[in-house]
């Protein structure tokens, strides 16, 4: 049981460049999310799913695109990387309950 | 909306002192609140959690009680370990979509 996993770990982008992040949990769970984490400023919602084929918009979704085609990822795009985007990337899922499981994390750099 | 208010770290203690991390919120209705820990590189990992007013969550020596007349869940530990070195995230969960709204952390420095 691998848990909620990230791919990748790291990336270095150009301005303007696009790329997905990958979130994958195998605990069967509804609810999926994607923060941000940016110093001082704590965790912040990009994006989140209730469930297959659903996704709706957080706190900060400008510039983010996700998509829920597999219950069990959830992909979070950027089109045109900008330097503002530059942070570090969690993905977490839950049952329904409290608790929310997170990934280990992907450090975004964008140049 | 909802928010968490954190001290500002980082708090910097010598191991085997007393511990506490302040956090307060403001949420309408009555929210579930938690404390989360990052260790350096890793994703959060839930520490403790209190569902209702006068819970006490606890765990691994950590413990903070649900207060709800002054909007407050304390982070505390009697005795601090240099294992303990981490950054402590407050949330609280007001059951909107299973969303959390997390205060800003706070960095735990523990010197043996």
């Known amino acids: 049981n691998a848990g909620v996993t990230q791919t990748p770990k790291f990336r270095v982008l150009k301005t303007g460049q696009s790329m997905t992040l990958l979130c994958a949990q195998d605990m069967n769970h509804e609810y999926m999310y994607w923060y941000r984490q940016d110093p001082g400023m704590g965790l912040r919602l990009i994006h989140y799913?209730?469930?297959?084929?659903?996704?709706a918009k957080g706190e900060v979704p400008d510039g983010y695109n996700v998509s829920r085609l597999k219950k069990q990822n959830f992909l979070l795009g950027l089109e045109s990387a900008a330097p503002s985007q530059t942070s570090v990337y969690f993905c977490?899922?839950?049952?329904?309950?409290?608790?929310?499981?997170f990934g280990p994390g992907t450090r975004l750099t964008v140049l | 909306g909802d928010s968490v208010t954190q001290m500002e770290g980082p708090v910097t203690l010598s191991e085997e002192a007393f511990l506490t991390i302040n956090c307060t919120y403001t949420?309408?209705?009555?929210?579930?609140l938690f404390w989360y820990v990052q260790y350096p590189g890793e994703g959060l990992q839930l520490l403790l959690k209190a569902t209702k007013a006068d819970d006490k969550g606890s765990n691994k020596g950590f413990e903070a009680t649900y207060r709800k007349e002054t909007t407050s869940f304390h982070l505390e530990k009697g005795s601090v370990q240099v294992s303990d070195s981490a950054v402590y995230f407050c949330?609280?969960?007001?059951?909107?979509?299973?969303?959390?709204?997390f205060g800003g952390g706070t960095r735990l420095m523990v010197k043996p």
């Open positions: 949420a309408t209705g009555y929210p579930s």
């Open positions: 977490a899922s839950t049952a329904g309950g409290d608790t929310q499981y």
């Open positions: 949330a609280l969960n007001n059951n909107a979509g299973n969303m959390l709204t």
């Open positions: 799913s209730v469930g297959e084929g659903t996704t």
